[in-house]
Nanobody, 130 residues
Framework: QVQLVESGGGLVQPGGSLRLSCEASGFTLDYYAIGWFRQAPGKEREGVSCISSSGGNTYYADSVKGRFTISRDNAENTVYLHMNGLKPEDTAVYYC???????????????????????WGQGTQVTVSS
């Protein structure tokens, strides 16, 4: 059974940092592209950052460029989202997603138009507030 479990969310002050983790079970991440998405109350889901299975192709939404970094540790079957310089507008539920290489084209495409075969985690809440 394919499962993605996010962790690392919480309450942080503006300007602070968090590291989100996404651990995969039931499959190996080696052949999957991974993405982080977020959804704030009353807003549509947004693709924050996506990375190809090899790590050679990445995408970041303009709103997080220069502040967030996606990385993957295939040996640990885990993907991370390092978030620095957090702003109140980053407040949202953050979701991890994985799609097999077969259904992957580019990291940007995965983030902007996730394939119907994408697997999703349950999400972790990130709140940026003083």
């Amino acid at each position: 059974q394919v499962q993605l479990v996010e962790s690392g969310g919480g309450l942080v002050q503006p300007g602070g940092s968090l590291r989100l983790s996404c651990e995969a079970s039931g499959f190996t991440l080696d052949y999957y592209a991974i993405g982080w998405f977020r959804q704030a109350p009353g807003k549509e889901r947004e693709g924050v950052s996506c990375i190809s299975s090899s790590g050679g192709n990445t995408y970041y939404a303009d709103s997080v460029k220069g502040r967030f970094t996606i990385s993957r540790d295939n040996a640990e079957n885990t993907v991370y989202l390092h978030m620095n310089g957090l702003k109140p507008e980053d407040t949202a539920v953050y979701y991890c997603a994985a799609v097999r290489e077969l259904f992957f084209t580019t990291a940007q495409a995965m983030c902007v138009h996730p394939d119907s075969e994408t697997n999703w985690g349950q999400g972790t809440q990130v709140t940026v507030s003083s």
